[in-house]
């Protein structure tokens, strides 16, 4: 052996692939999400803020949430697949609650938010792309 070959007995520690194949499809569906979610919050804080500070206040954290999702999604490592998770799961957790809050009590958010009625406005985007991100970084988690 000449030191560059390897034997394939031995495992070989698992590549960081979470931003090849349909993972950079995963990406850009968050990066579009975290444009769209940014302008819709400054344009929503800018011009209505007092009409409905809540929903607008959480229309601002979905929008840093799809960021941080973004950037770590696109970065290798063992930290950034432990922020994709944590972002994952909290937007999934805020599509859920934001969701159900404003089917049951549509008076709790008198402006729709990008989590209202489960992403309805969105095609329930926003409902099924944590599920699917969750699915993405469980079946490429860093060994």
Known sequence: MTGTETNPATPQPKKDTRNTGPGRLLIAVYAVF????????????????????LAHILSALAAVVYIVATISLAKPGRTWFK???????????????????SLF??????????????????????????????????????S
């Open 83 to 101: 922020v994709s998770v944590a972002a994952v799961l909290t937007e999934l957790i805020g599509v859920l609650v934001v969701g159900a809050i």
């Open 34 to 53: 975290a444009l769209s979610a940014t302008a819709r919050a400054g344009y929503q804080i800018a011009t209505k803020f007092a009409e409905a500070p």
């Open 105 to 142: 009590d549509p008076v709790a958010f008198p402006h729709d938010t990008v989590w209202s009625l489960f992403g309805r406005g969105y095609g329930f985007v926003p409902l099924i792309l944590p599920i699917l991100g969750l699915l993405w970084l469980n079946k490429r988690r860093p």
